[in-house]
């Protein structure tokens, strides 16, 4: 039972917007593709763990709190047994891990090691279940989900699943029989409840308004080059489509989304999507979608 969806991260979504409507360093857009590569890793992820038979709770990207310090975890199963913490990995090629080392080994570029930050988050993680006056055994797992990855120098004492052991896993999970009870349900209810909505590790670049390039882009392939046909939206580079309507709501979302502090008014979502289209288009689709506060020149939508 899933008690948590996993959900794109704000950070994710604006790095997705921003890598769209204006220039990224390398140094940003690195990033950005890890954060992409790592939500990609994380759904395949959730997709091997539908075949989770019995009765287990499942709650996806937990942000808890401890002493002024955050951690995540990608994935938590709590089961009859106890509880697996999951780190999720979309590393792609060959690595190797040395000591505190974890580098890929092509580039020589160095990475966070997983496992010191797995032993932490656990540690961690430990600590939060003492102050919750509560005991369960604990074991933590960092999962390479990636079939292309290969990790040299590794020991047997590791606490990963590599990908070929990532099958395995899960059956060695479904062999082990759970019933859960109302101590587990309170468990799951109190990490939820304690979970940060805001993450304060986030790394956004700073953006500005007038920078950011206004215009509707295309949904599936972020291209500029759509036309508007027939009362839709067609892109000129994949042949997405997508209606005048939707096409302004994602829009709007994505307008609060970079600029909670602006308010949502016809004016600043004709500027924003900066199309052939009349400001009285735009205020049908705000008035059928939004609430209407204010009837002069002022008012906005919430």
Known sequence: MILKERAESEELLKMRSLNT???????????????????EGETKFDQKAESLQEERYIINDLMLKINNSYFQID???????????????????????????????????????????????????????RDLKLNYLVEAFVIFINPEFTLYNTQIDYPIILPNQVDRFFRNINNTPSKLNEGHEKLAKQLISLHQTKNPYTKVPNYQ????????????????????????????????????????LRNVKEFQLLFPERKITTSNIFEWCNVDLTKRTFCRVLNKNFKAVGKTSDSYYI
Do not use: W
């Open 75 to 129: 994935s938590t199963f709590i089961s009859q047994e106890g509880i697996r913490l999951l780190d999720v990995k979309n590393f792609e090629g060959d690595f190797c891990i040395e000591k505190d080392r974890f580098y890929a080994i092509k580039t020589g570029r160095e990475y966070k090691n997983p496992i010191e930050q797995l032993n932490k988050c656990t540690s961690q993680f430990r600590q939060l279940l």
């Open 209 to 248: 308004y007038e920078h950011l390039k206004k215009k509707v882009y295309c949904k599936y392939c972020s291209s500029f080059q759509v036309t508007l046909r027939n009362h839709t939206f067609i892109c000129d580079k994949c042949e997405g489509h997508e209606t005048i309507e939707d096409a302004i």
């Open 21 to 39: 409507r204006m220039e990224l360093t390398q140094e940003e857009k690195f990033h950005f593709f890890n954060l992409e590569k790592g939500y």
